[in-house]
């Protein structure tokens, strides 16, 4: 048996497994926790290389756990989607973890740091677990996973995190019991919760109330769950008081898997037609995300907080995904899954540029960002190009996933969500602007500001261990938006649903 | 047309990025050592572009595919007579401005001298980039990296006045291009299915008059750093900037480029025919020549001589997108030619204002009474400079005008000839009352520095002064020995006709 046959399942298994060991670790040795939690998160990253070369070779993966036929068994089943799905989410946890050390270290107690880890894992099952699952009940199971993993980790942020988690988990479980209860009515109709299965038999009860209703509860569920505008209320407060590394991760993949989620449910359960024909789904999907593009923007302007304004930005990177997805062409899926992974790796490098900030300053308002060119001129130009990224300046990846988003919005006739895009390309610019005067310029910093000494001015960067990361996914940037073209040809045209 | 692959013009653009790299590494330590590598830069820039020349003028095209992104989107380069024509003038006024630089930032010791020669060097190279794309993807691209790299250069001095310049700037130059020019490249490939630039145009028998014509006014509208008015102001506020900037970036690199996309805008994308058919050549026309007559006028009431030369050089930009807006063959050549002739007689214009700030801290009009006693060589070569501008022969200015002239008669356009007339009056307005005041006014007594330098001379550093002298001369040769660039203009013409 060798490793790529059981590779999905391993995906899972893997770190579940180490989530319950990293306890045992803990208490023997605390120290070893972040060597053993990024060991299991690289083997993650590894497997999840291992499938999508399997997929891209070899077609779908079907892989059932125990060898139990669907649909009584449980089935895995990977595409060219979801496997891409899996390597982003992978790579960022890793990402993410390698960076989590030192900034974990400053911001919870030391003997807190085994469980952080634990749970951290937890939440990487969780995701990769969804990506993987190829029916809608386990999607929902492992959905609950990262949930509760993503509150837990939320709520042991700032001294305002426990109560940014509460009402997390309050959304959260109202946005899962949709889900749930989406699932329950497709059982009763198909009994069947298989996705091939249920893509086979749904067709011909297409106008039936009771799926009409389920799919009307998946999309609620899913979009609480993406904080998809205008049910996003949740995500500011919550994404603002995690600690650090814990915002960076959850910000760049679990609305991702979010949408993929919404992605699995509108066009391959229900199939393309049905949820742009049978029900106005994608009308009202596009229209949604063009109110979030605007107003996601429009709130960043108002923020102070680093963090928060970013929260307003992702909201608004949400919308770019579901607004390429509601198209129904070609060139605006691609752009959407395209802007899954570069919005990922884009939104991951600048909460870990806020989490550099944090560990430096102690604060992360925007003023905190003056005259950082000097403290930390790595830092400071890895977030340089992230922002050039987010406006969408070539040849950073950002222009390329706008760029098929807009395309697709012409190519749809729909103007006024081209006209989004750059307007939010246009905020973006201010936003960032904004900031990066602060870092590099001495004037802007008004009057009152105090000439800064000697030691406030020298190199003091973050360390190696912090800066590593953010460099990769800086780097990143620019290398997936050279290669946005080869990515593509060899994966996302084969995610296109057929019909587009 | 034969087409030859060859790296040449990736090495053009990729000498300065390689300077940068070494202008950083050299820092402060050794300011001769870092400015060294500036001056290898220009020089070994300006070769490499010259190397191409012959093989342009037989009538070769280069042609380079740095990287194929996606379908539609690859960084691509080709050599033709325009690009070329552009890249020369570029580079060569490089390698002049990177002397004056030198004399300029030393004599008063200004700040942050390495990431102004680093951004410099960066915005050369995007300049290459502009002139050498093969398609508008790429150019899009420069043009981008242009105005990333000059806001730190507008920027320069950090005063708060000198970042609120620099934010103007930046929301004019890149708030227009996101919203309108990357809309009307988007909307060029939904159409035309291509973005690569072609004589004859693009968009042959795609889609609708009305959507042709919104993606040409989308263009202009986008393309600010031609400073067209409404989206002129920007460039009166990047004044701010040191001097060699504002000499040979918003006089010839940054604004050339605006106007250079312009005009592959108009042949390239569109065509001669195409604008003919949408009537929008006379449209543009009769708005560059708005712009000419308007933004002369307020050159006359503006007393900081560099703001005087920035409404000027909003005026004379507007010369070119007059020349080959009115579409026929002796305008097009005058406005490509207009290209180097205006970046000569204004880069000499803006040296000398650089040049009286170094010796005498002066920047408005009234304080130079005088002047030209104590700073013959600079007042000399400002004269020739204004000359220049107001078109009196045997200065480069004329050659221009002249072409344009004929043009707009072949075109049938009676008008354009009073709008030349006129601007030439206003030209002469606001430029020879400070030659006058210079040469033949006493100086006003002044208080403060007392009369031991006032019967001598006090020029600037040689550094500063034989640039200014070389490029003024330039201005008055370009006159007898039009010589490559007429060629290349010829080439131009003939291939889009």
Redesign the interface.
């Known amino acids: 048996m060798n490793i790529t046959d059981q590779a999905p399942g391993l995906i899972i298994v893997l770190p579940l497994i180490a989530s319950l060991l990293n306890i045992m670790v803990g208490s023997w040795r605390r120290a070893f926790c972040y060597p053993f939690a990024v060991a299991a998160l690289g083997a993650c990253a590894a497997l999840s290389v291992n499938i999508l070369y399997a997929v891209i070779n070899n077609g779908a993966i079907h892989y059932r756990l125990g060898g139990w036929e669907p649909p009584w068994g449980i089935e895995l089943m990977i595409d060219h989607l979801n496997a891409f799905i899996a390597v982003v989410v992978s790579f960022m946890s890793l990402i993410v973890a390698v960076y989590s050390k030192k900034s974990i270290e400053q911001e919870l107690p030391a003997d807190k740091t085994s469980y952080f880890y634990t749970i951290y894992l937890l939440l990487a099952t969780g995701m990769l677990g969804i990506t993987v699952s190829g029916d809608v009940f386990n999607i929902f199971v492992f959905l609950e996973i990262t949930a509760l993993a993503g509150y837990a980790l939320i709520a042991i942020g700032d001294d305002r995190a426990p109560l940014a988690s509460f009402n997390y988990v309050i959304m959260g479980t109202i946005g899962a019991c949709f889900y749930l209860l989406g699932v329950g009515y497709l059982y009763i109709m198909t009994g069947s919760l298989n996705i091939a299965d249920l893509s086979r038999l749904l067709p011909d009860l297409y106008h039936s109330k009771v799926v009409l209703v389920a799919f009307a509860f998946f999309m609620v569920g899913i979009a609480i769950k993406i904080a998809f505008f205008p049910l996003h209320i949740w995500l500011p407060d919550a994404y603002t008081h995690a600690p650090s590394s814990v915002s960076a991760l959850v910000a760049s993949t679990m609305t991702k898997v979010g949408a993929y989620v919404m992605l699995r449910i509108t066009f391959t359960v229900f199939e393309p037609y049905f949820s742009s024909e049978v029900v106005p789904m994608t009308a009202i999907l596009g229209w949604s995300a063009f109110a979030a593009i605007i107003f996601g923007s429009i709130l960043a302007v108002g923020q102070t907080d680093f963090k928060r304004m970013l929260s307003y930005i992702l909201i608004a990177e949400v919308g770019y995904i579901v607004l390429g997805v509601s198209l129904g062409n070609r060139q605006g899926f691609t752009g959407s899954v395209l802007h899954i992974l570069n919005d990922a790796v884009m939104i991951a490098c600048l909460f870990m540029v806020a989490g550099a900030v944090v560990y430096k300053r102690g604060a992360r308002n925007l003023n905190d960002f003056i005259g950082l060119n000097k403290k930390m001129p790595v830092t400071m130009a890895a977030f340089s190009v992230a922002a050039v990224s987010m406006i969408g300046v070539p040849p950073t990846a950002g222009f390329f996933s706008k760029w098929y988003l807009i395309l697709g919005s012409l190519q749809a006739e729909k103007w006024a969500f081209a006209a989004a895009l750059l307007f939010s390309s246009l905020i973006n610019a201010v936003l960032f602007f904004r900031i990066l005067e602060k870092v590099y310029l001495k004037g802007s910093r008004g009057q009152g500001f105090k000439e800064s000494s000697e030691e406030e001015t020298s190199f003091d960067e973050v360390p190696l261990s912090m800066l590593i990361p953010i460099l990769v996914t800086a780097v990143g940037i620019i290398i997936l938006g050279l290669y946005s073209g080869r990515i593509i040809s060899s994966i996302i045209q084969f995610t296109v649903p057929e019909g587009f | 047309m034969e087409t030859l692959i060859s790296i040449k013009p990736v090495l053009a653009i990729a000498v300065s990025l390689a300077a940068v790299l070494l202008i950083y590494l050299t820092g402060e330590r050794s300011k001769n050592l870092r400015e060294t590598w500036t001056i290898l830069a220009a020089v070994t820039k300006f070769t490499i572009v010259a190397s191409m020349v012959p093989s342009v003028l037989n009538g070769k095209i280069l042609e380079y595919t740095l990287?194929?992104?996606?379908?539609g989107?690859s960084?691509q380069f080709k050599v033709d007579a325009i690009g070329i024509f552009f890249a020369a003038l570029a580079s060569f006024l490089w390698i002049i401005t990177s002397v004056y630089s030198i004399g300029y930032m030393r004599s008063l010791n200004e700040r942050a001298q390495t990431r102004y020669f680093a951004c410099f060097a960066i915005a050369l190279s995007a300049t290459m980039g502009v002139a050498f794309s093969a398609n508008m993807?790429t150019t899009?691209?420069f043009y981008?990296?242009i105005t990333?790299c000059t806001f730190?250069l507008v920027?320069h001095?950090?005063?708060?006045?000198?970042?609120k310049g620099?934010?103007r700037y930046?929301t004019y130059l890149?708030?227009t291009s996101?919203?309108f020019q990357?809309?009307a490249v988007?909307?060029t490939?939904?159409t035309a299915g291509t973005l690569d630039f072609s004589n004859q145009g693009i968009f042959a028998g795609k889609g609708s008059d009305l959507l042709l014509t919104i993606i040409f006014v989308l263009y202009m509208a986008g393309i600010t750093k031609a400073a067209m008015m409404p989206f002129h102001s920007w460039l009166p506020a990047a004044m701010v900037a040191p001097t060699p900037v504002s000499a040979l970036l918003h006089a010839v690199a940054v604004v050339k480029t605006g106007v250079f996309v312009v005009v592959k805008v108009v042949l390239h994308i569109f065509g001669i025919d195409l604008l003919q058919k949408l009537g929008l050549g006379t449209a543009l026309a009769y708005f560059a020549s708005f712009t000419i007559i308007v933004a002369s006028i307020i050159a006359l009431k503006q007393d900081n001589l560099k703001r005087r030369l920035a409404y000027s050089t909003v005026s004379q930009l507007s010369y070119v997108i007059l020349g080959v807006a009115l579409l026929t063959p002796s305008a097009i050549t005058g406005g490509i030619m207009h290209i180097v002739l205006h970046a000569f007689g204004k880069i000499t214009l803006f040296f000398t204002a650089g040049s009286i700030y170094v010796a005498t801290h002066k920047t408005e009009i009234n304080q130079l009474d005088g002047i030209g006693r104590k700073m013959p060589f600079t007042m000399t070569a400002f004269t020739l400079g204004a000359l220049s501008m107001i078109a009196i022969p045997p200065l480069g200015g004329f050659i221009s005008k002249w072409y344009i002239g004929i043009g707009a008669l072949e075109a049938g356009q009676l008008p354009i000839i009073l709008v030349l007339v006129a601007s030439t009056i206003l030209n002469a307005c606001y430029f020879i009352p400070i030659v006058y005041s210079a040469f033949f006014k006493e100086p006003i007594k002044d208080h403060e520095h007392h009369d031991e330098k006032h019967n001598g001379l006090s020029e600037s550093p040689a550094m500063m002064v034989v640039p200014l002298m070389l490029t003024a001369i330039g201005a008055l040769a370009l006159f007898f020995y039009p010589g490559v660039f007429i060629e290349l203009a010829r080439i131009i013409m003939a291939t889009v006709t």
């Not at chain 2, 001095?157 to 970042?163: L, N, Q, R």
């Open positions: 990287i194929s992104i996606a379908p989107l960084i993807f899009f691209l981008e990296i990333l730190p920027a001095k950090e005063t708060p006045e000198a970042i620099a934010r930046l890149l708030g996101v919203a990357l809309t988007l909307l490939y939904n």
